[in-house]
Structure formats: C-alpha cells, structure tokens
C-alpha cells in the first residue's frame, strides 16, 4: 500500500478549477511532486519542489502545500488535461527511499 | 534534450532474471541520479530504486533484495536486474532521470523525476 493517499477520480467542468491531493506523514517534510500520465504515454513531470514548473507546462498547472497535504491546482482545466495524475515524495521513515501516491483519474466535463 | 529509452526482452519465464538497459541521449550522466519505476497492468506507479553516477543504489524494501542496477557512463547507459521474476512482476518498466534538491527551510533533500523514456512492456509467463 502507498504511503501516499490520492482520491481515485476527479471531475471538473470545462474551464473551470479543480484541486487534487496527495496526503501522507512524508509530505510534510519533504517536497512533493506531481505528474501527468495519459493512456499509453509515460508520466510527465508538471509540478516540482512545492510549486515549480518545468519548461512547457502551462501555468494553470500549479502546487501547493499544507500540513501533511500537498495539492495540484488546474485553474481553467481543458479537455487535454484529461489524464492520471501521480503524486510523489521521499517515505517518511527517513531513508531516500520514494514513494508514488495510487494515481487520481482526471475527468474533464 | 535528454532522452531516454529502454531495451530488453518483452517476455521473461517465471522464476528467471529479468534484464533492461536505459540508454541515455543528449546530457550528461553527471550530478543526476538515474531510475527505475514500473507501472502493473491498470495499475499505479511503484518505485524500484535509483542509482548515482557515484553508483550508490537506493532500492525499494519490497524488492530489494531481487534488484540490481549499475550505470555504464561509457556507455551513458544505465541497467536493471529483476530476479525470481514472477507473473507480479508483469509490469510496464519506466526509466527515468531523478534529480534531488535540498529545502533549506525543511532542511531535508528531496527527489523528481524530470525526464522519462516510454516504456518496455514486460510480460511474465512460460
């Protein structure tokens, strides 16, 4: 089992904002990451160390932390940002070990 | 731009060793860790280990014990070794490079992974 706790499915309308979230001991204290994984297709990177984008990844993509939650904010959702998104962060025994949260399934409306 | 792709047999018997390279294009192997992670049919994203260019390997307590992985960077190549395969090891094998920073307020390092090859589906059956 994950370290990591997702929702399994989130839906939102066209345009609108959705948030989604990683819960885990770890998050509070180590930097969480977030990616995009669309049927076929290997992950992609989104967001990095609390709320970075690497180059190419539109700023309606955005992270976020509290407390033991870390949280992936799309304000203005397309229809291509239908996908699974994966959070990951360092286990919290404190060895550099990673862990993945279970993948929330995106549902663009 | 860093590419990776990974190579190696898409069928495995039970109970052999399952074996795939990465082939790195484009960067340097320096200052960056290189990584495995699979992804079961249907399933979610689970961590293998990663491995340094100083060689230093970090696995995953569940499957540690069965993997091995070293880094060619002669070859800019880095390798994974899977043993005792079984039909749960049947997965969708990523690699990916892994880069790590340090949070001066957390005080703690942590680790992404920003570039990632496709994937080689492995299947496990006689």
């Known amino acids: 089992s994950s370290e990591l706790t997702q929702e399994p499915a989130v839906s939102v309308a066209l345009g609108q904002t959705v948030k989604i979230t990683c819960q885990g001991d770890?998050?509070?204290?180590?930097?969480a990451a977030w990616y995009q994984q669309k049927p076929g297709q290997a992950p992609m990177l989104v967001v990095y160390?609390?709320?970075n984008r690497p180059s190419g990844i539109p700023d309606r993509f955005s992270g976020s932390t509290s407390g033991n939650t870390a949280s992936l904010t799309i304000t203005g959702a397309q229809a291509e940002d239908e996908a699974d998104y994966y959070c990951?962060?360092?286990?919290?025994?404190?060895?550099?070990?990673?862990?993945f949260g279970g993948g929330t399934k995106l549902t663009v409306l | 731009q860093v590419q990776l792709q990974e190579s190696g047999p898409g069928l495995v018997r039970p109970s052999e060793t399952l074996s795939l390279d990465c082939t790195v294009s484009?960067?340097?192997?320096?200052?960056?860790?290189w990584g495995w992670i699979r992804q079961p049919p249907g399933k979610g994203l689970e961590w293998i280990g990663y491995i340094s260019h100083s060689r230093t390997t970090i696995k995953n307590p569940s499957l540690k014990s069965r993997v091995t992985m070293s880094l060619d960077t002669a070859k800019t190549q880095f390798s994974l070794k899977l043993t005792s395969v079984t039909a749960a090891d049947t997965a969708v094998y990523f690699c990916?490079?892994?880069?790590?920073?340090?949070?001066?307020?957390?005080?703690?390092?942590?680790?992404?992974?920003?570039?990632w090859g496709k994937g080689t589906t492995v299947i496990v059956s006689s």
């Open positions: 484009g960067g340097s192997m320096r200052t960056y860790y």
């Open positions: 770890s998050v509070g204290n180590y930097h």
């Open positions: 990916a490079r892994v880069a790590s920073g340090y949070d001066t307020e957390l005080t703690n390092y942590y680790y992404y992974m920003d570039v």
């Open positions: 160390a609390k709320n």
């Open positions: 990951n962060s360092r286990d919290s025994s404190g060895n550099h070990y990673v862990v």
